[in-house]
């Protein structure tokens, strides 16, 4: 019996960084300045080289970074591909 073919999901991979930044609430009756911080997602980029048709580099680009999201067999695992 053959093996089931084994699916997998791409996303764009993303980093998260804290962000710190202070807002100004009413606790009491009273106004108080009070650190706030946030968790944001930022996706992933690297730069890649950007060829003419002859070959020929032209520039540049930023091309996103995407990693493998699961699989059937192991759902929650994450695989960093290039």
Do not use: A, F
């Not at 997998?8 to 930044?21: A, G, L, M, N, W």
């Amino acid at each position: 019996m053959p093996t089931p073919e084994l699916r997998s999901y791409k996303r764009q991979k993303h980093i998260d960084t804290v962000i710190t930044s202070q807002e100004i609430v009413e606790v009491d009756g009273k106004w108080v300045q009070k650190d706030v911080s946030k968790t944001i997602r930022e996706p992933q980029w690297k730069e890649v080289d950007l060829y003419d048709e002859e070959g020929n580099v032209i520039g540049k680009y930023n091309s996103p970074v995407m990693e493998i999201h699961g699989t059937e067999e192991k759902q929650d695992e994450w695989v960093e591909i290039e």
